[in-house]
């Protein structure tokens, strides 16, 4: 029998990119499957009994961890948690754990628990460890700077996943980015010199899908899918003539950079092969902060008239924005928030700029003595902890941070955003259909949920004026109300636990002031006050833990826990500081 390998994909906490709650709608249980380790299995042994599971999808039996010779685990930062608990269930059954992908090639001098550590891509490590494993003399590390060639990348193991989990499938042409904005980590982990595979190569594994039975939507995981245009043009070529062959069965998304607006036949190509979203790295308004931030791509011509070139060759546009610059003034977020609504950009993730490990930024704080920490969870989006002292108030900031959250998921003007983008877009032949099955039903579901929620009347309201609108583009406008069900929830569920996380502040504050006006002299009696005061502080805590969606308990339980030792360490203090002073 050849050896027992199980693919762990750690699960995605609820963030702004999960989708967690526009799936149900569509009955799916995650977005995409975990690509990496779907490739990562068409590189083992062929005599070599796979299986994967998929957190988000699945939980883990330990049976299955068990029965496993390895369990291979790859993760980003975001899923480091759960990672962990992966790899404690492992030690405790003693099943050997190998981890690679981005956070491991980030930080593993930071992670216990693992046996060994494959990094960087795989293609050049991967080989060495089974080699040296199959021997007997498996070494804790391994890790090459070697750029590897992608046309010997094999196809991935899409047999390994249920695909009606999904909602979309995911493949990748290329890797590598020539820009080099100095937040990113996209350069250090694959290089400024974009590799790709061959077009007949990506076609065969799309090929692949659609023999499977895959039909919808397709993204392009590549981090700048534009990096190499000689090589993207000429895939979109024959990308153009499969789709027209099979009547158009994909639909596709990608990341690129805003300088796709200047290359018009380069947006023709996309267009014609069925491409009807792009995420941009869009960062800011400030000149001053993309110019000292390297994100030079961005200067290059007007942004606003750059997102609506684009939008109107058919592709909504999506944008990363940032806050936290050291140029930021005390107007950023409301400029930020202007920008997004005027450039109709309904998905604008923004995040507090977040210093990751080994990008020049980490580099420059650290150098500057500015670094307070590591990139924590890994989510900019929600977990409002910066691991660096910035240029503005931190306090300023955060606030600042959540005010754009509560201003662009407001349902009025999320809808709005809507409405102009619609307005904007010039669909494509290939992009106008009917409603699938799967759109029906969010359809129906949208309108009993979404009709009966807090927000019902901004909804019906952008559902009319979209169809009147709009009315060849339905599946497009049923689909924007469903990710606003997703972000208005995420947003009213970080809002709600950053108000939490005030009130212990504030409870903390109260308990400090008391202590201070305490005297000797009624020391027994103002000792069993603080003492009840304590007891009911953590009676409404735990009340207010309670009424936190539970999807975000977990981002609390640090804060909770810091402040039941504040309150324990201070009473304590005061119980044996103040009858010696007496």
Partial sequence: MGLKVLLVYPEMPPTYWSMRYALPFIGKKAVFP??????????????????????NVEPLQEAAVAAADLVFISAMIVQKESMAQVVRLCNDLGTPVVAGGPYPTSCHDQIQGVDHF????????????????????????????????????????????????YAEMALQFSRGCPFDCEFCDIIELFGRRPRTKTPAQFLHEMDLLYQQGWRGPLFLVDDNFIGNRREVKALLAELIVWQRQRHHPFSFFTEASLDLASDEPLMDLMAQAGF?????????????????????????????????????????????????????AGDIFERQVRFIQEAGIPTAMVGLLTALPETRLHRRLKAEGRLTGDSGGGNNTHDLRLNFLPKMDPRKLIDGYKRILAEIYHPDRYFERCLKLLKTL???????????????????????????????????????????????????????AVKGHHYFKMTRSLLEL???KASLHE????????LQTVAAQDFPQRLAELRAFRDRALSQMQARYQRLPRDFRAYADDA????RASLEENLSRFAHEVPVQG
């Fill in 118 to 165: 494959v990094l960087n891509e795989a293609e050049v490590t991967l080989p060495l460890f089974l080699h040296d494993y199959a021997r007997g003399e498996a070494k804790p590390l391994y890790a090459s700077t070697e750029r590897p060639d992608l046309t010997r990348t094999p196809a991935p193991r899409f047999d390994l996943v249920r695909r009606k989990d």
């Fill in 276 to 328: 009807n979203m792009v995420f941009l790295g869009i960062e800011t308004p400030d000149l001053c902060a993309l110019q000292a931030a390297g994100k030079k791509q961005n200067l290059k011509g007007d942004m606003l008239a750059s997102i609506r070139k684009i939008q109107r060759k058919g592709m909504e546009v999506s944008g990363g924005f940032i806050v936290g610059f050291d140029s930021d």
């Fill in 507 to 514: 409870w903390a504050q109260t308990f400090e002031a008391r």
């Fill in 426 to 480: 010039q669909p494509h032949r290939v992009s106008r259909r009917k409603l699938h099955v799967m759109e029906l039903r969010a359809f129906v579901r949208s309108l009993v949920v979404q009709t009966f929620s807090r927000y019902g009347w901004a909804y019906w309201r952008f559902l009319a004026q979209g169809f009147f609108a709009r009315p060849l583009m339905v599946p497009e406008t049923v689909t924007l």
């Fill in 34 to 55: 975990p690509l990496g380790l779907l490739t990562v299995a068409a590189m083992l042994p062929a005599e070599a009994e796979v299986s994967l599971v998929d957190l």
């Fill in 560 to 563: 909770v826990a810091a402040f």
């Fill in 498 to 500: 950053e108000s939490f």
